[in-house]
């Protein structure tokens, strides 16, 4: 069922006794707030008690920004549903509160996380705090750990296999950044002058040999619940406290791939800031502390943690973020800490830059053996 702003208030007071927050009566002032591509946000408050207010997520029958000629299931939002609870139990404060979900509707009603704001925008600002990249990896170490297969055993895994089996998504998921970047197709587009550099990467076979790889392993392997577009844009800042939001695209896979689009992420702003040398530094810093906190929640679920459970995940990872960079500067989503540079001259030198540092991830993620060596090669 549809959803906009002249259907929600009676919406909101037939569903008033599920989501507890507003008497069935009350006054509400609705506003869409959000630019994402799949759903629909709104902000609703009490007029009389403003303080009163959630969120409401709606996943239309389609991909919002292309309209219904693109149809996409709304299991989706059952999947962000599952998520929600899930992180809440083994992370508590970490995402925000769920409040109601009506599979019905597709609709979520959540914490009202109105004062904080989005952690890219800081990032672009040039606060870089490192503070919360440690609460970002932490977030990640103790999901991954406690779902990881090897520390929970089979029927649990099985269970997590079931209710994260989120096939649809993470099939786009594949599309848009194992294949469609790298082939002809409409959805790419890139900054004028790049084109040679990424027609060299559509014939360089080792290149190409590794994106397979990396494809495989993100389409088969399990190893624990994933956010599956864990970004800096699907981070909020609130109090000093990070809040992970977002989680649409949730399944069951290869745990590097949560670390690969977060490190990505940093080291496309990392570039953003080309010749600010605090900022650079201070992002370096973030991606090791992202991985120091995270490994030492890997260590404190199960203090026998083979090495090379880490260090294939690192891999992994290290892979996966080569492959974030690339699609978001020659695919269809791009990261405006990047398409925000007025000066085109710069704006290329920059994303070439990247593209190579990206490009060399890839190529290269198997023989990576820890951070120090990744971040010896920003320049």
Known sequence: MERNLTTLPDYLRRRHAEIRVFDAQAALSIEEI????????????????????????????????????????????????????????????????????????????????????????????????????????????????????????????????????????????????????????????????????????????????????LKRTFLTVQQGVIHGDLHTGSVLVQDNTAKVIDAEFAFYGPVGFDLGLYWANYFLSYFSHQGNLRVQSALKTAVGQVWDTYTAEFTMVDAGLKSETLSNIFQDAVGFAGLEMLRRLIGAAHVKDIEGIVDLSRKLRIERTALQFGTTLVKQHQSLSDVAAILAMLS
């Open 34 to 213: 959000g630019d994402g591509n799949l759903n629909t946000v709104y902000r609703v408050s009490d007029a009389e008690r403003p303080e009163r207010s959630i969120i409401l997520k709606h996943a239309p029958p389609y991909i919002k920004i292309l309209g219904p000629d693109y149809p996409l299931s709304t299991e989706r939002l059952t999947f962000e549903s599952r998520a929600l609870d899930l992180y809440n139990r083994l992370a508590s404060g970490t995402v925000p509160v769920q409040y109601d979900f009506d599979v019905d509707a597709a609709v979520i009603a959540m914490e009202d996380l109105r004062d904080a704001h989005v952690l890219r925008d800081d990032l672009i600002a040039g606060t870089a705090d490192t503070a919360i990249a440690e609460q970002v990896g932490q977030f990640m170490g103790i999901v991954h750990s406690q779902t990881y297969v090897d520390n929970i055993g089979n029927a649990t895994a099985q269970h997590y296999r079931q209710q994260f089996a989120n096939v649809t998504m993470q099939a786009i998921t594949a599309d848009y950044v194992f294949t469609f970047p790298f082939t002809e197709h409409k959805t790419n587009f890139w900054t004028p002058g790049l084109d040679p550099d990424v027609q060299h990467l559509k014939v360089d076979t080792d290149f190409l040999r590794q994106v397979e790889h």
